[in-house]
């Protein structure tokens, strides 16, 4: 399937010579630069390296194991729920290292999460969409309008506007996912992570929250992680393939570049040997 | 419309009911409980027939209990079972659930798994070990360390006032104890079964450990914790050997929580083998049966709780 958008810039510079450079990119909102990660003693990335263009989406694909879920982790430091886990080299966020920061409510309100699951927490729809809010402590007006906005950019206000008291799950499962999105972007983070949001919903489902990033990402960068090639065609600008290193056992950025190009002209034979299906 | 010969058939071999042999195994098998439960009340009932009749409903609200003068009331013991059984919960509760949070947390598993089996063994040791213990150690040590102190700073306060090494706060302690094990074993169970999606979009929401578990992981758990509750509230309500050592066996409404008091399964213990005549043993019998009544309506309370909380809830 073709792409819904044309692609109008493509990134300059990827960080590693070897891959595709194309003049004219939007600027970089992550720099992530020789990049290793490791659980315990186990090595899970090994130097990765490329910028994450502002206001696009970008989407990681890659076979199961190679890493993506785990690069996806270091942007917001989620891996410091892993005992044993750590990272090594440089991720920027705006200039600011992520891998050594310690404020991470700031960061995490700033990198946002949404989960392959959807996990509505234990409360009411408002109260789910008010509680990245209420750790900040805003007070009650903001929040107000704060919980119907995001819902509202989530697409799922028409849908639940007169039962906001009810418990969120009660929702679809659909619908719960744009409820998990609403509760991500209720702090307006600047950049958003999703980790196969759609792999648990159906065809209708994925179609919404497909449109629904297209639109969110006038106001933000987002970066999804898809085992759907399709998906990744349709929805992203730029595209970071990785591959499970055979020898090391470890995660490796293969190729990254806009979407157009890596799925149309791919640089490396492994990539297209991948899109083509003619993989493991 | 006429249903084809197939359809039929196959709505023959579906049919959403079981088998009538099968109903009738699972109706037997499921009526065994409360018919158990009920042929006990009855026995109690003739048992205590002559107490029944002779006191009538002022059996329950009667305070005095005196084998000579044969006027005997359940009112205390009801009093002690309750006070006793409620310190325990508000005692071992907050304790257990944090020793269950702490245990249900990832890494040093080595660590988490010793100190859950030790909890785990505390519930192996046998209640009337727990009274010697309460009775030489704990009660003697409370009274010196803690009621002593607490009843002379507090003494215009009536329910803190004078202390005494056997009180209703000794037994709730050691109850507390008992509790514990059950109370923390379940709620770690409870509080680890929370979907990790939870914890982790909590997490990525900015919040912290604290934040996380007061406001996500409890919450979650609640319905679970809850019924860790309802059973030590039970184990509490009907513990016997080891109150009996400690409470004091003092047949009164105690004006503080630091004077001797009794229980309903204390005064049956302590008093079933002396019980001569007709009606001294009748209203020992009918205290089982005020006992019954304790423990069932603490489930039958319980039970509209947990309704009327998972209906606002609905998680
Ligand atoms: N918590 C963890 N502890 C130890 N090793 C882990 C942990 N999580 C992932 N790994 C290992 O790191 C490697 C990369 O895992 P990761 O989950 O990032 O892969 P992925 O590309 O997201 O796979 P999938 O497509 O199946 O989700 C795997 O070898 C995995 O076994
Ligand atoms: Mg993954």
Redesign the interface.
């Known amino acids: 399937m073709a792409d819904r958008r044309p692609i109008e810039q493509t990134l300059a510079q990827v960080g590693r010579p070897e891959l595709l450079t194309v003049p004219g990119a939007s600027p970089a909102k992550i720099n992530v630069d020789s990049l290793s990660f490791f659980y315990g003693r186990n090595q899970a990335l090994k130097d990765v390296a490329f910028d994450i263009p502002e206001r696009k989406i970008t989407a990681i694909i890659g076979p199961s194991g190679c890493g993506k879920t785990t690069l996806l982790r270091v942007f917001?430091r989620?891996y410091d729920?892993v005992?044993g886990a750590h990272a090594e080299g440089h991720v920027l966020l705006d200039g600011e290292d992520v891998v050594s920061t310690r404020n991470?409510?700031e960061l995490?309100?700033k990198v946002?999460?949404v989960?392959q699951?959807p996990?509505p927490?234990?409360?009411s729809i408002r109260d789910n969409v008010a509680?990245?809010p209420r750790?900040?402590g805003w007070p009650s007006a903001r929040i107000k309008t704060v919980v119907e906005q995001s819902l509202e950019r989530a697409a799922l206000l028409e849908e639940v506007k007169d039962r906001l008291n009810d418990?969120a799950?009660?929702l679809s499962g659909g619908q719960q996912q744009r409820l998990?999105i609403a509760?991500?972007i209720a702090?307006s983070p600047q950049v958003i992570l999703m980790d196969e949001p759609c792999s648990a919903l159906d065809p209708v489902a994925t179609t919404k929250i497909e449109d629904l990033m297209s639109a969110l990402m006038r106001e933000f960068t987002i970066v999804i992680v898809t085992h759907n090639m399709q998906q990744a065609a349709r929805v992203s600008d730029f595209t970071a393939f990785m591959l499970m290193n055979p020898e090391g056992r470890f995660g490796e950025l293969i190729e990254f570049a806009s979407t157009a190009d890596l799925f149309n002209r791919p640089q490396d034979d492994r990539t297209e040997a991948y899109i083509t299906g003619r993989f493991g | 419309m006429a249903a084809s010969p197939t359809a039929t058939a196959l709505r023959a071999t579906i049919s959403p009911k079981p088998p009538d042999r099968f109903r009738t195994l699972i109706g037997v098998v499921a009526t065994t409980a409360p018919a158990a439960l009920l042929l006990i009340v009855v026995v109690l009932f003739q048992q205590a027939w002559p107490s029944v009749t002779h006191f009538g409903l002022g059996f329950l609200a009667g305070s005095t209990w005196n084998p000579v003068t044969l006027q005997f009331g359940a009112w205390p013991g009801i009093f002690g079972t309750v006070a006793t059984s409620l310190m325990a919960l508000v005692i071992a509760l907050p304790v257990g659930i944090a020793v269950a949070i702490v245990l249900a947390e990832?890494?040093q598993a080595g660590i988490r798994g010793a100190v859950g089996i030790a909890i785990e063994l505390l519930a192996a040791i046998p209640s009337v070990v727990y009274g010697i213990w309460a009775l030489y150690v704990l009660g003697p040590w409370t009274f010196q360390h803690l009621e002593s102190p607490v009843s002379d700073r507090f003494n215009s306060v009536g329910w803190l006032s004078s202390a005494s090494p056997r009180s209703l706060f000794t037994a709730s302690l050691v109850l507390a104890v008992m509790i514990l094990p059950t109370l923390t074993a379940v709620s770690r169970d409870v509080i680890r079964a929370v979907?990790r999606?939870?914890?982790?979009?909590?997490?990525?929401?900015?919040?912290?450990w604290w934040?996380t578990t007061w406001?996500?992981i409890l919450?979650?758990a609640?319905a679970g914790i809850f019924g860790a509750t309802i059973l030590a509230l039970g184990r509490a309500l009907g513990e016997t050997i080891a109150v009996t050592m400690v409470i004091g066996n003092n047949y009164q409404i105690p004006q503080s929580i630091f004077s001797p008091a009794y229980t309903l399964a204390s005064v049956i213990a302590n008093e079933f083998t002396e019980a001569t005549g007709d009606l001294y043993p009748a209203a020992l019998v009918e205290l089982g049966l005020a006992l019954i009544l304790v423990t069932l309506s603490a489930n039958v309370i319980a039970l509209v709780l947990v309704r009327s909380a998972t209906a606002r809830?609905?998680?």
Do not use: D, H, Y
């Open positions: 917001n989620m729920l005992p991470l409510l995490r309100q946002g999460m989960f699951r996990s927490f234990p409360m509680f990245a750790l900040l418990p799950a009660s998990a509760r991500c702090v | 990832q890494g979907p999606g939870l914890k982790e979009n909590a997490i990525a929401l900015g919040s912290t934040e406001r996500v919450p979650s609640r809830a609905a998680i």
